[in-house]
């Protein structure tokens, strides 16, 4: 017998795998279940498996297929083949596949409401009816099909309400997920297993079993459909368990035994288990769950729930072995303020209260932040890759931000690779994949959301996920630097801040599109010399350029003055990539940036902060590389730049000033990096802040994908009506006086001296025939060519 | 075609269409009262157009309040919209309404200007300026009295200014940047120009870019719809037919701020309009059929910056997608050429559909730009073709699936690129901003120019070159020299735009420096600068040794570099000035160097 699962995300494949070989191992069976993730794009030679899975399946399972492409290729694959199938169960996917469902009587597109508005009213309608004294039968009835419904349109009615101004539709997916795992076993207990609502009570047993999937209650799914819609007798007999329940919030841990349902008692286990860690490892956190130096993790609740983990566990131990604790909790997916709410933050009403068990919520759990409350995380990481508010069918953007801006602390969105095996990112050019990179960065960075990395995903081989662990290492680290500029002592913290100079002459200094940058450099340095941070802060804003353009610039030939020179010997000792850049721009030093066999940092030192001058691309000093398609490494020049920064300056911050520079652009992935991106190597472990024009959110993006860079717009230069002066004003004038003139003569005279003085300004009236006529009449144009031209 | 012939009569006929009298050569001497009465407004057309053009007036200083001290004409810009998010109608819109003038839209759009339409704009001036003295109250008071404005209506555009205002007089970048420097949240917002999207202040948060599944929305597909016909109106009026192929230039910048009106425009001249899945996501398009679109469709080439490849790659999917569709049409080929193009390349050169309908291009992945600004800042080129030629190497990856279906992230297309550029007639680019203009910033060159470069070589005739101003309540289409005259008239020798410049000292200077060098960009990619430009920028800045001491003291190294930018531009013959002017630049030079050596 035969199962096809078609399903997108990485949660499922283990479970389901698993599945296969327990049920065959327990119950005798030859059961075979093909997966394909429908998430990614597939080739023809795929494709052609995938028909051959779905032809020969008795059961086809169709879960989270979103993805218009794929779904229309299925779509018209299902009316070709007819009533091959015993049962076509669809769950939670766009509308037009919800309709496909078909087991024994129930087709989902006869079933009114299924992907319409009305279906909603219906269903509340028969729920505000169903006490009215109607017959406790029918009532049943209707609240079954009316769950359907509901089950049935629940992602098409999310999407609706996306973006939409109703504040009802927006918290209508999680409250009707909470429904759903909370109710639907028990209503479900007292709907017929036989008769008319046979069909519909198995649909929503499957889903209730979908809703928990840990390893048995996939398990339980096949074998349910199996039971129901495989004439076997093998499996008519067989008894399956009721689903297994698991908290919808929870806080979990790689190394405990269970998931805890309240903060005291991860707590409790938290601190216990530290202690046992003291002798072995220095790193380990002394003061566990401090909260200014805790983490707070988000997780897919599927991923805890079908043991499909290891790339949380990975991610979460690489933040413990840089010292820090980690809180990581399980959301509902569709709404991570609830989770915040339990997990992240403290109340101090709640505080004094006896211990609860989590489930009636107080005003906290449901993400409320009042004036007595505090979090119990430095910093939040969301590894569910879907929106703050909303999940995977919507987002509330606005209402994120809010609940962010409140709680004060960054937010970082990191990616499991969900449709794309590892090793296919790690060939990719691109890197994450486009409908991933629409729904798992774009959409979070809508929420405030930095830092996108990817930190885990299904090898090819393999059927469970699996962290990166150098994306997790650099992704802990780059927490632990925030930390430290978060509690280091300001007058300890070093700043580099970084200029640009383009096209590369003294007369370029401070590039940035629309901003004056040694005025702002130089209230900026004020500033921060008042918050505590050490800085020797120059006479003037003139002062300040004249140090970075005179000093011993002239001397060495470079556009700034020079603040360290790097021996060859040093930046072959810290950049690891040397190798690959003298492959390409030929050994160390090279041309740029360089003296006497040194690598020049352009630059000043003022206190604890560095003033520096980033390198160009450097095609001005070989313009033969203007020619190349593709670009392979930076030159020697910028990755000393880099190297300097952040290993002999030892800098705990970057701030780019101004739109825009070089980093970024480096070649590499698009998103979602590798240790051997360009940026990523650049920028290593150094927190990057960028001053960015609001008026360019496109390049800015770029910055904060390939860079890290968090964004602080500024203002674009005030706008006024260009008005009209010396001759052009004048003629206005004359043009004026022209039209009240009512006398032809005077008219006339008029006109002449309109046409000598409009010609004067090089705005004469022919200038207005050309623009009539057009290219027509000031260029020949080619109005033949048919024929197809030979070059 | 019978269709195709009615449908270019119905367009000849179109009585907004010029008719032949300004050819006329005879039509000067002549001075006929009427004709000399239409040269007159044309001229004032013109005149008003640079009057009233918003331009940046100097720089931002970070952490610092707006420097604006005449609030009226960015506010005035922001009330002549729709505003549908802040419960807010155009102003214009209102008093016209009030005054019983139906049609406003269609008034905006005609070419001459009507005594209508002034009395129009005056009395918005001055409830604006009535604002701007007395508040929000006493100017829908006005305008209630004046024009019978209903004080309902009004109010919710005056709050929204007063909003803005209050906005523009605080600023808190430097706060923020604070705040991320003590590793706190930084709060998202969306990126724009004030006009298009308010909602930009306050400023000192952390931009957002959008979801690419949400472009094109609608109202950018209603407002493309606009425009590209107003684009293909142009080209027919000037050439009596419709481009065979048009290059378009697509960037992320403007798909962002305008939610994909460039993107909408390219599947309107392909005679598509994009359409909805089921959970809100432009994924798929739908053919206009042709008795609708009357027209028509047009073969359009893409060629999208790195950036926009990089934040919309299900809308390269979509446009890809529009473009088989379009070829596989069994329509004539005098209504669809896109299907001409493709078949009859499949007929000469042989090969696959999959390869021939390749339309969209870009860098190779992980890779930006074009490198034709650099290659023009450092002088690094022979011929025009030279620059033609690096922008298709560096943009010939075509963005498309083969012939087995795969997605394949950009390979190397050259000879796609350049058989799809042959049949290019025209190239366009969307404007959507009054911040960024074509010579503000290299970018608008080195693509818009670029391409038009490698267009002339490989179509062997130089295409002809426009561009919109699509942040502008009407659609305006420019041709490229139209667009740099009254860049240039309006920013780079208006003293409100360089003294607002100079005001910053030596950065100032570097701007001046950088629009010249924009400017000369478009010499060296389009030949489409007026030699007077170049030499009243000579006149301004340097021939007047009052202004050029004052450069030479704030930045003498930026002035060197204008002073011989200018001289290449003589020396590339785009430019060729009395020998009197020439000498005077060469001697300004000399001294130069002299006094930035002479301090070793």
């Known amino acids: 017998m035969k199962v096809t699962v078609l399903y997108v995300g990485s949660s499922l494949l283990a479970p389901l795998k698993n599945a296969e070989r327990e049920i065959n191992r327990q119950h005798g069976l030859d059961l075979s279940v093909a997966t394909w993730n429908f998430g990614a794009s597939f080739t023809e030679e795929e494709w052609r498996a995938i028909e051959g899975d779905l032809r020969a399946a008795q059961i086809l399972f169709v879960i989270h297929v979103m993805d218009s492409e794929n779904a229309t290729r299925l779509l018209s694959f299902l009316d070709r083949s007819g009533d091959r199938h015993r049962a076509i169960v669809v769950i939670n996917c766009m509308p037009e596949l919800m309709k496909r469902?078909?087991?024994?009587?129930?087709?989902?597109?006869?079933?009114?409401?299924?992907?319409?508005?009305?279906?909603?009213?219906?269903?509340?309608?028969?729920?505000?009816?169903?006490?009215?004294?109607?017959?406790?039968?029918?009532?049943?009835?209707?609240?079954?099909?009316?769950?359907?419904?509901?089950?049935?349109?629940?992602?098409?009615?999310?999407?609706?309400?996306?973006?939409?101004?109703?504040?009802?539709?927006?918290?209508?997916?999680?409250?009707?997920?909470?429904?759903?795992?909370?109710?639907?076993?028990?209503?479900?207990?007292?709907?017929?297993?036989?008769?008319?609502?046979?069909?519909?009570?198995?649909?929503?047993?499957?889903?209730?079993?979908?809703?928990?999937?840990?390893?048995?209650?996939?398990?339980?799914?096949?074998?349910?459909?199996?039971?129901?819609?495989?004439?076997?007798e093998r499996v008519g007999k067989i008894k399956i368990p009721p689903p297994e329940s698991m908290p919808a919030v929870a806080i979990y841990h790689p190394d405990a035994p269970a998931l805890f349902e309240s903060f005291a008692s991860y707590e409790t286990w938290y601190k216990k288990r530290g202690s046992k860690f003291k002798d072995q490892s220095s790193k380990i956190n002394r003061k566990p769950l401090n909260p200014n130096s805790t983490i707070g993790l988000l997780l897919m609740r599927p991923q805890i729930v079908s043991n499909a983990r290891k790339h949380y566990d990975g991610l979460i131990r690489a933040i413990e072995a840089e010292g820090l604790s980690v809180i990581p909790a399980i959301s509902t997916l569709m709404d991570n303020r609830e989770a915040c709410g339990k997990f992240f933050i403290e109340t101090k009403s709640k505080a004094r209260r006896p211990k609860s068990d989590g489930r009636h919520s107080k005003a906290s759990d449901n993400g409320q932040l009042t004036t007595d409350s505090k979090p119990r995380v430095s910093q939040i990481v969301?590894?569910?890759?879907?929106?703050?508010?909303?999940?995977?069918?919507?987002?509330d953007s606005e209402a994120a931000a809010e609940f962010l801006t409140r709680l004060n602390v960054p937010f970082r969105s990191m990616v499991s690779l969900d449709t794309q095996t590892i090793e296919s990112w790690q060939e990719s050019f691109?890197?994450?994949?486009?409908?991933?990179?629409?729904?798992?960065?774009?959409?979070?960075?809508?929420?405030?959301?930095?830092?996108?990395?990817?930190?885990?995903?299904?090898?090819?081989?393999?059927?469970?996920?699996?962290?990166?662990?150098?994306?997790?290492?650099?992704?802990?680290?780059?927490?632990?630097?925030?930390?430290?500029?978060?509690?280091?002592?300001?007058?300890?913290?070093?700043?580099?801040?970084?200029?640009?100079?383009?096209?590369?002459?003294?007369?370029?200094?401070?590039?940035?599109?629309?901003?004056?940058?040694?005025?702002?450099?130089?209230?900026?340095?004020?500033?921060?010399?008042?918050?505590?941070?050490?800085?020797?802060?120059?006479?003037?804003?003139?002062?300040?350029?004249?140090?970075?353009?005179?000093?011993?610039?002239?001397?060495?030939?470079?556009?700034?003055?020079?603040?360290?020179?790097?021996?060859?010997?040093?930046?072959?000792?810290?950049?690891?990539?040397?190798?690959?850049i003298e492959a390409e721009w030929g050994p160390a030093p090279g041309a740029i940036n360089s003296f006497g066999g040194d690598l020049l940092i352009q630059g000043i030192t003022i206190g604890n902060v560095f003033i520096g001058v980033q390198p160009t691309f450097g095609f001005e000093d070989d313009p033969m590389r203007l020619l190349m398609a593709k670009g392979g490494t930076p030159h020697h020049g910028f990755a000393a730049f880099y190297t300097y920064l952040e290993k002999v300056f030892q800098a705990d911050v970057v701030v780019h000033v101004g739109t825009h520079g070089a980093l970024e652009f480096m070649?590499?992935?698009?998103?979602?990096?590798?240790?051997?991106?360009?940026?990523?190597?650049?920028?290593?472990?150094?927190?990057?802040?960028?001053?960015?024009?609001?008026?360019?959110?496109?390049?800015?993006?770029?910055?904060?994908?390939?860079?890290?860079?968090?964004?602080?717009?500024?203002?674009?230069?005030?706008?006024?009506?260009?008005?009209?002066?010396?001759?052009?004003?004048?003629?206005?004038?004359?043009?004026?006086?022209?039209?009240?003139?009512?006398?032809?003569?005077?008219?006339?005279?008029?006109?002449?001296?309109?046409?000598?003085?409009?010609?004067?300004?090089?705005f004469s009236l022919s200038e207005t025939e050309e623009i009539a006529l057009g290219a027509r009449t000031s260029r020949p144009h080619r109005l033949g060519g048919e024929t197809v031209s030979s070059s | 075609m019978v269709v195709a012939d009615t449908i270019h009569s119905k367009i000849v006929n179109m009585p907004d269409i010029q008719t032949n009298q300004l050819m006329d050569p005879r039509a000067e001497s002549r001075a006929d009262p009427l004709e000399r009465d239409r040269r007159v407004l044309d001229l004032y057309e013109q005149l008003l157009e640079i009057e009233q053009r918003l331009i940046p007036t100097g720089l931002h200083v970070f952490g610092r309040a707006s420097e604006l001290s005449e609030k009226a004409d960015l506010l005035r810009m922001v009330a002549s919209f729709d505003r549908p998010e802040h419960g807010a109608r155009a102003?214009?819109?209102?008093?016209?309404?009030?005054?019983?003038?139906?049609?406003?839209?269609?008034?905006?759009q005609e070419a001459s200007a009507s005594e209508t339409r002034d009395l129009i704009d005056s009395i918005v001036s001055e409830a604006v300026r009535q604002f701007c003295e007395d508040g929000a109250d006493a100017a829908v008071k006005w305008l209630n009295s004046r024009a019978g404005v209903d004080c309902e209506k009004s109010l919710p555009v005056f709050l929204l200014l007063a909003n803005i205002a209050e906005q523009l007089d605080s600023n808190h970048e430097i706060e923020s940047l604070m705040r991320a420097l003590r590793g706190e949240y930084i709060t998202p917002g969306p990126g724009?120009?004030?006009?298009?999207?308010?909602?930009?202040?306050?400023?000192?948060?952390?931009?957002?870019?959008?979801?690419?599944?949400?472009?094109?929305?609608?109202?950018?597909?209603?407002?493309?719809?606009?425009?590209?016909?107003?684009?293909?109106?142009?080209?027919?009026?000037?050439?009596?037919?419709?481009?065979?192929?048009?290059?378009?230039?697509?960037?992320?910048?403007?798909?962002?701020?305008?939610?994909?009106?460039?993107?909408?425009?390219?599947?309107?001249?392909?005679?598509?309009?994009?359409?909805?899945?089921?959970?809100?996501?432009?994924?798929?398009?739908?053919?206009?059929?042709?008795?609708?679109?009357?027209?028509?469709?047009?073969?359009?080439?893409?060629?999208?910056?790195?950036?926009?490849?990089?934040?919309?790659?299900?809308?390269?999917?979509?446009?890809?997608?529009?473009?088989?569709?379009?070829?596989?049409?069994?329509e004539p080929f005098d209504m669809n050429y896109v299907r001409r193009n493709v078949l009859e390349k499949i007929e000469v050169d042989g090969g696959e559909f999959d390869d021939a309908v390749a339309r969209v291009f870009s860098n190779a992945p992980g890779n930006y730009g074009t490198n034709v600004n650099f290659m023009v800042m450092q002088s690094a080129w022979e011929t025009g073709d030279t620059l033609g030629d690096l922008f298709v190497t560096r943009k010939c990856f075509a963005y498309t699936r083969d012939s087995k279906g795969r997605t394949i992230e950009g390979r190397e297309a050259r000879d796609l690129m350049d058989h799809a550029l042959s049949r290019v007639e025209a190239t366009y680019q969307n404007i959507d901003s009054f911040e960024v203009g074509i010579t503000d910033v290299d970018h608008y060159f080195e693509y818009l120019g670029g391409i038009s470069k490698a267009v002339e070589k490989r179509a062997q005739a130089r295409p002809a070159i426009y561009l919109s101003d699509s942040l502008s309540p009407q659609t305006k289409i420019r041709s490229l020299e139209e667009t740099i005259r009254l860049e240039t008239r309006a920013k780079t020798l208006n003293p409100k735009w360089y003294e607002g410049m100079l005001k910053h000292g030596f950065r100032g200077v570097a701007e001046i420096e950088n629009h010249v060098f924009n400017t000369f960009g478009w010499s060296a990619t389009a030949d489409a600068v007026d030699p007077w430009i170049y030499t009243d920028i000579a006149k301004t800045f340097l021939l007047d040794s009052t202004m050029f001491n004052r450069l030479q003291e704030l930045n003498p190294y930026s002035v060197r570099s204008l002073t011989q930018r200018l001289l290449e531009a003589h020396d590339r013959g785009y430019w060729n000035p009395d020998e009197e002017i020439l000498e005077k630049l060469r001697d300004l030079v000399d001294n130069l160097e002299d006094q930035l050596e002479g301090v070793v």
């Open chain 2, 91 to 108: 102003l214009p819109k209102l008093v016209a309404e009030a005054l019983g003038i139906d049609r406003y839209d269609a008034l905006l």
């Open chain 1, 667 to 762: 070649p590499g992935k698009q998103v979602g990096l590798s240790d051997a991106c360009w940026p990523d190597r650049l920028i290593g472990e150094l927190p990057n802040v960028y001053i960015y024009s609001v008026n360019n959110p496109s390049e800015g993006t770029i910055a904060k994908r390939r860079s890290y860079a968090g964004l602080i717009s500024y203002l674009t230069p005030p706008i006024e009506n260009a008005g009209l002066y010396q001759g052009l004003a004048s003629l206005k004038e004359m043009i004026g006086n022209y039209r009240r003139a009512t006398v032809e003569t005077d008219r006339e005279q008029l006109f002449a001296a309109i046409q000598q003085h409009s010609r004067e300004l090089n």
């Open chain 1, 101 to 232: 469902t078909r087991m024994g009587k129930l087709d989902f597109e006869r079933l009114p409401g299924i992907s319409s508005r009305k279906g909603a009213k219906t269903q509340s309608n028969a729920k505000g009816q169903s006490g009215e004294g109607a017959t406790a039968q029918a009532s049943q009835a209707e609240k079954a099909t009316g769950l359907l419904r509901s089950v049935g349109s629940w992602i098409g009615r999310q999407a609706r309400g996306n973006g939409g101004t109703n504040g009802q539709s927006k918290g209508h997916g999680r409250a009707q997920y909470l429904k759903f795992t909370n109710h639907l076993p028990s209503v479900l207990r007292f709907i017929p297993g036989a008769g008319a609502l046979r069909d519909v009570k198995n649909y929503l047993m499957m889903f209730c079993y979908f809703l928990q999937p840990t390893p048995a209650n996939i398990r339980s799914m096949l074998l349910y459909a199996l039971k129901h819609y495989v004439d076997d």
């Open chain 1, 430 to 580: 691109s890197g994450l994949n486009p409908i991933q990179t629409g729904m798992q960065i774009a959409i979070p960075e809508i929420d405030g959301a930095t830092e996108p990395f990817v930190f885990g995903g299904i090898p090819a081989r393999g059927v469970e996920p699996a962290p990166l662990e150098d994306r997790c290492r650099r992704i802990a680290r780059r927490l632990k630097r925030w930390h430290r500029l978060q509690t280091g002592p300001r007058d300890q913290l070093k700043l580099a801040l970084t200029l640009y100079c383009f096209p590369p002459n003294k007369g370029n200094i401070g590039t940035a599109a629309d901003l004056d940058v040694f005025a702002s450099l130089f209230d900026v340095l004020n500033r921060i010399k008042q918050e505590g941070y050490r800085v020797e802060v120059p006479e003037s804003v003139d002062a300040l350029r004249e140090m970075l353009l005179g000093g011993n610039s002239e001397g060495l030939g470079t556009t700034a003055n020079v603040a360290s020179r790097m021996g060859v010997d040093e930046y072959r000792r810290l950049c690891p990539f040397i190798s690959e």
């Open chain 2, 192 to 330: 724009a120009d004030i006009v298009q999207n308010p909602s930009v202040l306050p400023t000192g948060r952390n931009t957002h870019a959008i979801n690419p599944y949400a472009v094109p929305s609608q109202m950018a597909f209603a407002r493309a719809q606009g425009t590209a016909d107003a684009l293909l109106r142009r080209y027919f009026e000037e050439h009596g037919r419709y481009p065979r192929a048009m290059a378009l230039v697509l960037w992320g910048l403007d798909n962002i701020k305008t939610q994909g009106e460039g993107v909408a425009q390219a599947l309107h001249l392909l005679g598509v309009r994009p359409v909805r899945d089921a959970l809100n996501r432009a994924t798929e398009i739908e053919v206009i059929p042709l008795d609708e679109l009357k027209r028509p469709r047009i073969d359009v080439v893409m060629t999208v910056s790195g950036i926009f490849r990089d934040l919309f790659a299900p809308t390269m999917a979509l446009l890809d997608k529009a473009v088989r569709r379009v070829a596989a049409l069994d």
């Open chain 1, 382 to 395: 969301s590894l569910t890759g879907f929106s703050f508010v909303g999940g995977p069918a919507m987002n």
